[in-house]
Protein backbone atom coordinates (compact mmCIF):
# COMPACT_ATOMS: atom_id res chain seq x y z
CA UNK A 1 0.00 0.00 0.00
CA UNK A 2 1.38 3.67 -0.69
CA UNK A 3 2.91 4.74 2.29
CA UNK A 4 1.62 7.51 4.27
CA UNK A 5 -1.90 7.54 2.09
CA UNK A 6 -4.69 9.43 3.91
CA UNK A 7 -7.64 7.62 3.93
CA UNK A 8 -10.73 8.73 5.91
CA UNK A 9 -11.90 5.23 7.67
CA UNK A 10 -15.50 4.58 7.23
CA UNK A 11 -17.32 1.37 8.17
CA UNK A 12 -18.69 1.04 4.51
CA UNK A 13 -15.23 0.97 2.68
CA UNK A 14 -12.20 -0.43 3.84
CA UNK A 15 -8.33 -0.87 2.13
CA UNK A 16 -7.10 -3.91 1.64
CA UNK A 17 -4.50 -4.74 3.75
CA UNK A 18 -2.11 -7.10 1.58
CA UNK A 19 -0.72 -8.69 4.69
CA UNK A 20 -4.23 -9.65 6.11
CA UNK A 21 -5.16 -13.20 4.56
CA UNK A 22 -9.00 -12.37 5.11
CA UNK A 23 -8.57 -9.26 2.33
CA UNK A 24 -6.59 -10.98 -0.04
CA UNK A 25 -8.86 -13.74 -0.35
CA UNK A 26 -11.52 -10.94 -1.08
CA UNK A 27 -9.46 -9.46 -3.58
CA UNK A 28 -9.06 -12.38 -5.45
CA UNK A 29 -12.51 -13.80 -5.24
CA UNK A 30 -13.55 -10.33 -6.35
CA UNK A 31 -11.15 -9.97 -9.28
CA UNK A 32 -11.83 -13.48 -10.56
CA UNK A 33 -15.46 -13.18 -10.70
CA UNK A 34 -14.54 -9.48 -12.58
CA UNK A 35 -12.48 -11.70 -14.97
CA UNK A 36 -14.99 -14.46 -15.23
CA UNK A 37 -17.85 -11.46 -16.04
CA UNK A 38 -18.90 -10.74 -19.62
CA UNK A 39 -17.10 -7.18 -19.42
CA UNK A 40 -13.58 -9.00 -17.75
CA UNK A 41 -13.87 -11.66 -20.38
CA UNK A 42 -10.38 -13.13 -19.07
CA UNK A 43 -9.81 -16.58 -17.73
CA UNK A 44 -9.75 -16.90 -13.69
CA UNK A 45 -6.77 -16.75 -11.94
CA UNK A 46 -5.43 -19.99 -10.09
CA UNK A 47 -4.49 -20.76 -6.45
CA UNK A 48 -0.65 -20.02 -7.46
CA UNK A 49 -1.70 -16.59 -9.54
CA UNK A 50 -3.91 -15.51 -6.80
CA UNK A 51 -0.53 -15.68 -4.92
CA UNK A 52 1.34 -13.82 -7.29
CA UNK A 53 -1.38 -11.34 -7.71
CA UNK A 54 -1.05 -10.45 -3.84
CA UNK A 55 2.63 -10.52 -3.32
CA UNK A 56 2.96 -8.15 -6.81
CA UNK A 57 -0.06 -6.00 -5.34
CA UNK A 58 2.26 -5.49 -1.88
CA UNK A 59 5.33 -5.34 -4.02
CA UNK A 60 4.23 -2.24 -6.10
CA UNK A 61 4.69 0.73 -4.55
CA UNK A 62 1.48 2.77 -5.32
CA UNK A 63 -1.00 0.24 -5.31
CA UNK A 64 -4.43 0.49 -3.91
CA UNK A 65 -7.14 -2.05 -3.08
CA UNK A 66 -10.71 -0.64 -1.98
CA UNK A 67 -13.86 -2.51 -0.79
CA UNK A 68 -17.19 -1.26 -0.66
CA UNK A 69 -18.86 -3.47 1.97
CA UNK A 70 -21.92 -4.83 2.86
CA UNK A 71 -22.54 -6.13 6.31
CA UNK A 72 -19.07 -5.89 6.39
CA UNK A 73 -18.39 -8.20 3.76
CA UNK A 74 -16.55 -7.07 0.58
CA UNK A 75 -19.34 -7.25 -2.25
CA UNK A 76 -17.24 -4.54 -5.04
CA UNK A 77 -13.48 -3.31 -5.38
CA UNK A 78 -11.54 -0.56 -7.34
CA UNK A 79 -7.98 -1.35 -7.76
CA UNK A 80 -5.61 1.44 -8.45
CA UNK A 81 -2.25 2.85 -8.70
CA UNK A 82 -0.90 6.22 -7.75
CA UNK A 83 0.73 7.75 -11.10
CA UNK A 84 2.57 11.33 -11.48
CA UNK A 85 1.86 14.21 -13.74
CA UNK A 86 4.75 15.94 -15.12
CA UNK A 87 2.60 18.27 -16.91
CA UNK A 88 0.55 19.26 -13.64
CA UNK A 89 3.57 18.64 -11.40
CA UNK A 90 1.13 16.49 -9.26
CA UNK A 91 0.34 12.60 -8.61
CA UNK A 92 -2.75 11.38 -10.14
CA UNK A 93 -4.81 8.20 -9.34
CA UNK A 94 -5.80 5.71 -12.21
CA UNK A 95 -8.01 3.24 -12.12
CA UNK A 96 -7.81 0.00 -13.19
CA UNK A 97 -10.58 -2.21 -12.04
CA UNK A 98 -14.29 -1.41 -10.64
CA UNK A 99 -16.35 -4.33 -10.27
CA UNK A 100 -19.77 -4.75 -8.34
CA UNK A 101 -21.02 -8.34 -7.57
CA UNK A 102 -23.44 -9.09 -9.96
CA UNK A 103 -26.33 -9.41 -6.96
CA UNK A 104 -25.55 -5.55 -5.61
CA UNK A 105 -25.48 -3.95 -9.09
CA UNK A 106 -27.94 -1.06 -9.80
CA UNK A 107 -28.04 0.15 -6.33
CA UNK A 108 -24.98 3.20 -7.51
CA UNK A 109 -22.70 1.30 -5.64
CA UNK A 110 -19.95 1.41 -8.46
CA UNK A 111 -20.73 5.27 -8.18
CA UNK A 112 -20.12 5.28 -4.58
CA UNK A 113 -16.81 3.57 -4.63
CA UNK A 114 -15.62 5.90 -7.47
CA UNK A 115 -16.45 9.30 -5.48
CA UNK A 116 -14.15 7.37 -2.43
CA UNK A 117 -11.74 6.93 -5.11
CA UNK A 118 -11.77 10.21 -6.12
CA UNK A 119 -11.93 12.20 -1.98
CA UNK A 120 -9.17 9.76 -1.45
CA UNK A 121 -7.43 11.91 -4.41
CA UNK A 122 -8.35 14.87 -3.33
CA UNK A 123 -7.18 14.17 0.08
CA UNK A 124 -3.90 12.91 -1.45
CA UNK A 125 -3.52 16.46 -3.51
CA UNK A 126 -3.88 14.55 -6.87
CA UNK A 127 -4.85 16.44 -10.04
CA UNK A 128 -6.80 13.77 -11.49
CA UNK A 129 -8.27 10.51 -11.74
CA UNK A 130 -8.08 8.44 -14.92
CA UNK A 131 -9.31 5.10 -16.19
CA UNK A 132 -10.56 3.28 -19.09
CA UNK A 133 -13.69 1.69 -19.84
CA UNK A 134 -14.60 -0.64 -22.47
CA UNK A 135 -17.15 0.77 -25.74
CA UNK A 136 -19.62 -1.74 -25.01
CA UNK A 137 -19.63 -1.09 -21.36
CA UNK A 138 -22.84 1.02 -21.29
CA UNK A 139 -23.39 1.04 -17.98
CA UNK A 140 -19.91 1.65 -16.39
CA UNK A 141 -19.88 4.26 -19.16
CA UNK A 142 -23.01 6.31 -17.89
CA UNK A 143 -21.31 5.24 -14.31
CA UNK A 144 -18.33 6.99 -14.80
CA UNK A 145 -20.35 10.16 -16.77
CA UNK A 146 -22.26 11.13 -13.82
CA UNK A 147 -19.22 11.25 -11.78
CA UNK A 148 -17.94 13.56 -13.82
CA UNK A 149 -15.51 11.50 -16.23
CA UNK A 150 -15.25 12.56 -19.52
CA UNK A 151 -13.10 12.84 -23.02
CA UNK A 152 -9.72 14.22 -22.58
CA UNK A 153 -9.47 17.01 -24.60
CA UNK A 154 -7.88 16.82 -27.21
CA UNK A 155 -9.80 12.91 -26.99
CA UNK A 156 -7.09 10.47 -25.69
CA UNK A 157 -6.72 6.69 -27.61
CA UNK A 158 -5.63 3.54 -25.24
CA UNK A 159 -3.90 1.48 -27.08
CA UNK A 160 -1.72 -1.32 -26.26
CA UNK A 161 1.22 -3.79 -27.11
CA UNK A 162 1.10 -7.04 -25.75
CA UNK A 163 4.37 -8.20 -25.14
Known sequence: MIPNL???KET???LCDYNNPSHCESLCNLLNLY???PMGNYPQHDKKQNKKLVSDMKKHPTSMTLFIL???KPIGIVNAFMNYSTFRLKPFIN???VFIMPAFRGSGLSRRLISKIKEIARDNDCC???LEVRH???PAQRCYASEGFKDDIPPMYYWENIL
Open 35 to 37: MAD
Open 95 to 97: IHD
Open 6 to 8: IFR
Open 12 to 14: EFE
Open 70 to 72: SEN
Open 136 to 138: DNI
Open 128 to 130: KVT
